[in-house]
């Protein structure tokens, strides 16, 4: 079956220290991927999306990075982490045309 | 570029009656179109879709939608609210044609249903 990890489900980290979220996703091959942020409940803001190994299209110019080093895990990174990256960040795959999959979420805190 | 509104930030509705969340959508083609819900501290779930043929679409938990082309329009809806409603709706829409389709939400309406 299909299923998607996304971990780690809780953070929180001080200003300037790094970040690395993981999205793995299982049962599929060479699908699309996609990060998303909703900041304080609300709106989701997509910030990017590979559409295979190495390919990472940025939505939105920020303090965040995406890699895709294997087929079915997308990671996120940020190198010295603002306050305003908190927020809600939810990975995504698109299983089909018109079907997508979202992880549980990692709600990271920024202090 | 595509884009979805949902005008209302906040929909409060008494428990037993029908509800509606609104949603308009701009995108280029014939668009898909989604209804997500998210309960705190959660990821989203999926409601329902519409891809192509009848423009009432029937979800989960007793909603549904309808797609109304010429008003651009997607409107969630249900005919009698439950309290275990109450959440956070997101509407999404993706052109649905190109490989690197990406779904883009609207900001989200809060629904309380108030017993």
């Known amino acids: 079956s299909q299923t998607i990890h996304q971990w780690p489900a809780t953070l929180v980290q001080p200003v300037g220290s790094p970040l690395s979220l993981e999205c793995t996703v299982e049962?599929?091959?060479?699908?699309?991927l996609y990060w998303y942020r909703q900041a304080a409940g609300r709106g989701l803001q997509l910030l990017f999306y590979s559409v295979g190994i190495g390919q990472i299209s940025s939505e939105v110019p920020q303090n965040l990075s995406a890699s895709r080093p294997q087929d079915r895990q997308f990671i996120l990174s940020s190198k010295k982490l603002l306050l305003s990256d908190s927020g809600f960040y939810l990975c995504?795959?698109?299983?089909?045309?018109?079907?997508?999959?979202f992880g549980s979420g990692t709600r990271l805190t920024v202090v | 570029a595509q884009s979805v509104a949902q005008p209302e930030d906040q929909v409060n509705v008494a428990e037993g009656n029908p509800l509606t969340v609104k949603c308009t959508y701009s995108v280029s083609g014939n668009p898909y179109l989604f209804w997500y819900v998210q309960y705190p501290n959660r990821g989203l779930q999926f409601l329902l879709k519409y891809i192509t043929g009848d423009n009432l679409v029937k979800g989960s938990y007793g909603f549904e939608a309808e797609f109304n082309k010429s008003q651009t329009s997607f409107h969630l809806k249900k005919p009698s609210a439950l309290v275990s409603d109450s959440a956070l709706y997101f509407c999404a829409v993706s052109p649905g044609t190109a490989r690197n389709e990406k779904l883009t939400f609207g900001t989200g309406t809060r629904l309380t249903i108030i017993p």
């Open positions: 995504a795959y698109k299983r089909a045309r018109g079907n997508y999959t």
């Open positions: 049962g599929t091959s060479n699908p699309n």
